[in-house]
């Protein structure tokens, strides 16, 4: 075994292949949008309707994008060097829920420390839930709310919601007439499972001791321009792992990685692994 602790964070540059845009690349997300406007709990209660637009518009897409091979290779090798026993993290800045659907009954995610399976952590959310603003209940949610011109779109409102929280409110949902979803629990506002700026990622703490105690520490298609994520290489580093940046361009945090490897994840993502981690 030649790493016996593993983690691999990635960003929006591994879905870029996919179709979906990135944040800060051309004609990214923020090229259109003001993150404190779309992605700031400030600009939610400021513009409901503007943030459930943006959001909308971010799960429609996601939904007919589809996991690419970069994608499939990190489940893949992960699933083989957690079955020879190493123990592996994959952390993702990711939304988009393309991390998720590559799991299968032998390749499955699970939480820090369950054995034999891939321990994973959406850090900013997803895009495949809503919460409850009052209560904070998660509602599995993957209703787009606002069509891109603004109008309400609720005839393609699916009714269904399971909460973790209210199991037993599998019930049908109720937008008010102005297109803004209500929450099943209370009929307070919902708000996509997002950790907007200012908000804490989840799991930070259960990362942050992984990155300290890795030995193999690999990011992928990441700007590295957002905290805590873009420290994380520091924490690995500090806890004496091999550091391997995999990205088309030097990122912000470049000066932190042993190991660089320039080029587009479907490409450069398959071979690492084969080359580096078995
Ligand atoms: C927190 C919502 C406290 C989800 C997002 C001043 C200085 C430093 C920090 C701060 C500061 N002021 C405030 C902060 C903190 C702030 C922050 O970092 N701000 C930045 C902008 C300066 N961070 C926070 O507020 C975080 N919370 O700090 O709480 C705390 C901390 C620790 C413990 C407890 C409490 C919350 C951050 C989360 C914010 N939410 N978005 C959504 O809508 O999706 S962040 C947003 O940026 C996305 O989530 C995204 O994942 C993330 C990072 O972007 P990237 O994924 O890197 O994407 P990007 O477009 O930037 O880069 C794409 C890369 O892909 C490029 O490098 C490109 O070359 C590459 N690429 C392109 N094509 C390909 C490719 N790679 C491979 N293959 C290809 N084909």
Known sequence: MKYKKIVVLTGAGISAESGLNTFRDMNGLWNNHSIEDVASLKGFSQNPHLVWKFYSMRRREAGSAIPNAAHHAITASLATLSDRGSSCLLITQNVDTLHERCQNKNMRFGNFGDPKCIAFCALHGSLNASDCVKFGAVFTDRNSYFDDDGNADVKNIEGLFQSEKYPELGINLVATSDGLPLSPCCNSLLRPHIVWFGETPFGVREC??????????????????????????????????????INPEPPANA???????????TEAVPNFFEKFAF
């Open 208 to 245: 942050g001791r992984a990155l300290y105690g890795c030995d193999l520490f690999v990011s992928i298609g990441t700007s590295g321009t957002v905290y805590p994520a873009s420290n994380f290489v520091s924490y690995a580093r500090d806890g004496r792992a091999l550091t391997v940046c």
């Open 255 to 265: 000066s932190h990685f042993q190991m660089h490897i320039h080029g587009k994840a």
